[in-house]
């Protein structure tokens, strides 16, 4: 299965800035997936990023709150953007890595005080 | 709306012992249902399933799926300390082809 980092590892951020969360692999994959997992709550999709167009985002996040980039086939950032209290989670970006299957990175454990 | 239930929510049980963690579901054009195993952050996959009653099997895991029924079970036998850990049942589906995630069994395996 392709191998994923994800820098940074985590963050302590202040309200109202914005972090880059960085997800590389290590082969190159059409979809990268980015979801959020609150405290004491299961995964959220965020949006599918594939390279050469715009993320889609799913309902209830925004570009501009959480714009993605995809460069290439083996990368894509994340940004939380103008972060509150409630941004306070663990990130994650995923790759297909066969039909269906899909694998996780390390995670970014983000606290927003 | 797509949905991902699974119980129990969390268990402890004592090294050796057998457990069966359950995931039912309902999600429109579905395409697959995953294990996953997160012990810190990162979710680790266990098993895909994409037939019914074709069981898939890893050591002393092992899960099927019910297709009709609409769930899936996750064994473990003579559990070890160093399976305990969230496990998380995800559906491939809907109408944009995304996973959805139930919420996760905590699983506590004491000495």
């Known amino acids: 299965s392709a191998v994923i980092s994800q820098k940074p590892s985590r963050d302590i951020c202040q309200r109202g800035t914005s972090l880059t969360i960085q997800c590389q692999v290590d082969s190159q994959v059409t979809m990268m997936f980015w979801y959020r997992q609150q405290p004491g709550q299961s995964l959220t999709l965020i949006a599918t990023?594939?390279?050469?167009?715009?993320?889609?985002?799913e309902s209830g996040f925004v570009i501009d709150k959480f714009p993605i980039s995809r460069p290439n086939l083996t990368f894509s950032t994340l940004t939380v953007s103008n972060m509150s209290p409630e941004d306070s989670s663990i990130y994650l970006c995923?790759?297909?890595?066969?039909?269906?299957?899909?694998?996780f990175g390390p995670g970014t454990r983000l606290t927003v005080t | 709306e797509d949905k991902v239930v699974q119980s129990p929510l969390s268990l402890v049980v004592h090294e050796g012992d057998t457990v069966t963690l359950n995931c039912s579901y309902e999600?429109?054009?579905?395409?697959?249902l995953l294990w996953y195993k997160q012990e810190k952050k990162a979710p680790t996959f266990l098993f895909m399933l994409t037939s019914s009653g074709i069981e898939k099997k890893s050591g002393r895991l092992s899960s099927i799926l019910d297709k009709k029924e609409l769930f899936s079970i996750l064994n473990i036998t003579a559990t070890q300390t160093g399976d305990s850990a969230v496990y998380l049942c995800a559906v491939l589906g809907g109408s944009n082809y995304k996973l959805t995630f139930g919420k996760g069994t905590l699983l506590t395996v004491n000495p």
């Open positions: 990023a594939n390279q050469g167009s715009e993320a889609t985002y």
């Open positions: 995923s790759v297909e890595d066969g039909p269906g299957q899909q694998y």
């Open positions: 999600v429109t054009n579905f395409r697959s």
